[in-house]
């Protein structure tokens, strides 16, 4: 079993920004695809950025040249860094990992922590 633990979400002025961290507990981060994604009150959870084992990464149109996500396997985590925030950025933000068994992709999300842009 995998536990996901997000961090670093919280109340900032739009244009502001912000970096979410997400560690992973387990063994299995290093061959894991990892993803961030939001849900925003009354709307379906979307894909927001996406970084492979190998460091590829990619993100939805409407955060592309604005946020960046890198990861660090030595530690388990996975960032997102988050510039030129605007309100409609507003919402829960939701670390994904995604790991191949052999057999078949075992997904797990995380708690999700609150990203609030407001003047």
């Known amino acids: 079993q995998v536990q996901l633990v997000e961090s670093g979400g919280g109340l900032v002025q739009p244009g502001g920004s912000l970096r979410l961290s997400c560690t992973a507990s387990?063994?299995?981060?290093?061959?894991?695809?990892m993803g961030w994604y939001r849900q925003a009150p009354g709307t379906q959870r979307d894909l927001v950025a996406t970084?492979?084992?190998?460091?590829?990464?990619n993100f939805a149109d409407s955060v592309k040249g604005r946020f960046t996500v890198s990861r660090d396997n030595a530690k388990n985590t996975v960032y997102l860094q988050m510039n030129s925030l605007k309100p409609e950025d507003t919402a829960v933000y939701y670390c994904h990992l995604k790991f191949y068994n052999g057999y078949v992709w075992d997904e797990y999300w995380g708690q999700g922590t609150q990203v609030t842009v407001s003047s």
């Open positions: 970084i492979t084992s190998g460091g590829s990464a």
């Open positions: 387990g063994s299995m981060f290093s061959n894991s695809a």
